[in-house]
């Protein structure tokens, strides 16, 4: 049986900010990607949906899940305003936030590549995909608050287990106990 690797979080807060200095100054578009991505939850398939309009005078962000088809609201966080405020300054509403070289939307292959370079550029280990910015908000949102419940509903999973398993927690918490245990 063949198996696929699974994306992981970033645990370590200073790689997450090894990878945001990096794409600052390479990309600036990767770089709001990138904190948007870590600072919502929101899958890419919803990051790359948005347009200007959804972001610009806002203090919540609320769309439509492509996955689920369920209404998601957000409060926009200081950091995100001032990084979406700079990156959306003089643009039209109605265009794509997130635009190729192409002159159209981006795609998630596209933001799949500029995540993994970043990580493999910067000596990163951790497995990558796309999933990688959900699942790190997810990670380090329960090391602060300890909520599973509310990282459930903001995901719009159907249980706590699944939240934690999505994240990494349950087996943080299981190879924490077979280290604090001998017999």
């Known amino acids: 049986m063949v198996r696929k690797y699974v994306a992981q979080p970033i645990k370590d807060k200073k790689d997450i900010q090894t990878v945001e200095q990096y794409l600052k100054e390479r990309n600036y578009r990767d770089y709001v990607i990138w904190v948007l991505g870590l600072n919502s939850g929101l899958r890419v398939s919803d990051i790359i949906g948005l347009n ?3 972001v610009t005078n806002k203090t919540h962000i609320s769309i439509i899940e492509k996955k689920t088809s369920k209404q998601k609201n957000f409060y926009i966080n200081d950091k995100l305003k001032r ?62 608050f300890k909520d599973s419940i509310i990282l459930q509903k903001i995901f719009n999973h159907s249980s706590q287990r699944i939240t934690l398993m999505y994240i990494g927690i349950e087996q943080d918490e299981i190879d924490l106990s077979y280290k604090n245990f001998e017999l």
Not at 94 to 114: A, C, H, M, N, T
């Open 52 to 54: 200007v309009s959804d």
């Open 83 to 144: 990084v979406l405020e700079d990156f959306t300054r003089g643009r039209v509403l109605e265009e794509p936030l997130f635009i190729g070289k192409q002159g159209r939307r981006l795609d998630r292959s596209q933001v799949y590549r500029f995540i993994k370079k970043a990580c493999d550029d910067n000596g990163i280990k951790t497995h990558v995909s796309t999933h990688t910015m959900r699942k790190s908000f997810g990670y380090h949102h329960y090391q602060k």
